[in-house]
């Protein structure tokens, strides 16, 4: 059975940084195109990074690209998500899950608060 941890939010100034880690268990894992979701209060989950299984390929929202950076270590099984220069409208609980989505697999996330 697959289980993903997504860890490393937190509070964070408008402009600061921070790194979001997604431990997968599961051999699916190396072989699973990944992706970071996340949720904003009354607003729909939405995709805001992919990488492909074996890490040459990544796609961004464009509310991210050139802020976002999405990598994956497969022999740790955890993908990876760095993201600089962070805006208020940044804050949300983020998830990762396998693209397209496996609903069985949604974690309980981790929360992003981008405030000063």
């Known amino acids: 059975q697959v289980q993903l941890v997504e860890s490393g939010g937190g509070l964070v100034q408008p402009g600061g940084s921070l790194r979001l880690s997604c431990a997968a268990s599961?051999?699916?894992?190396?072989?699973?195109?990944m992706g970071w979701y996340r949720q904003a209060p009354g607003n729909q989950r939405e995709l805001v990074a992919y990488?492909?299984?074996?890490?040459?390929?990544?796609k961004y929202a464009g509310s991210v690209k050139g802020r976002f950076t999405i990598s994956r270590d497969n022999a740790k099984n955890t993908v990876y998500l760095q993201m600089n220069s962070l805006k208020p409208e940044d804050t949300a609980v983020y998830y990762c899950?396998?693209?397209?989505?496996?609903?069985?697999?949604w974690g309980q996330g981790t929360q992003v608060t981008v405030s000063s």
């Open positions: 899950n396998t693209d397209p989505v496996t609903t069985s697999y």
């Open positions: 990488i492909t299984s074996s890490g040459v390929t990544t």
């Open positions: 599961g051999s699916i894992f190396r072989i699973a195109p």
